[in-house]
Nanobody, 124 residues
Framework: QLQASGGGLVQAGDSLRLSCAAS????????AGWFRQAPGKERDLVAAINRSGGDTYYADSVKGRFTISRDNAKNTVYLQMNSLKPEDTAVYYCAARPAWSGYVHIRSNDYNYWGQGTLVTVSS
């Protein structure tokens, strides 16, 4: 089970950190990702991380502004979001899947488990 938190209403240029806490099996055996869905749009990948945290992937729209990280001892994945823009407004979802390699998964269909979503609203 995944529990996302940390969303809220901020102004453009502000920062937020999202957290995704996993319960159940040790999280170190899972690759993870953050996706987002804006109103009327499809769910898109924001960032992904492999099971060890040693490899990451970012959507072009967030490169240089967002950082995905994980603490397997705490069973938690984070998304640090800096220099937020109004176009970052969306519901953000964390996702996870069992992983047997260091591969970073970037397709939503790759993921088995999803959190409930946390709303991020960026005002201009």
């Amino acid at each position: 089970q995944l529990q996302a938190s940390g969303g809220g209403l901020v102004q453009a240029g502000d920062s937020l950190r999202l957290s995704c806490a996993a319960s159940g099996r040790p999280f170190g055996g899972y690759a993870a990702g953050w996706f987002r869905q804006a109103p009327g749009k499809e769910r898109d990948l924001v960032a992904a991380i492999n099971r060890s945290g040693g490899d990451t992937y970012y959507a072009d729209s967030v490169k240089g502004r967002f950082t995905i990280s994980r603490d397997n001892a705490k069973n938690t994945v984070y998304l640090q979001m800096n220099s937020l823009k109004p176009e970052d407004t969306a519901v953000y979802y964390c996702a996870a899947r069992p992983a047997w390699s260091g591969y970073v998964h970037i397709r939503s269909n790759d993921y088995n488990y999803w959190g409930q979503g946390t709303l991020v609203t960026v005002s201009s």
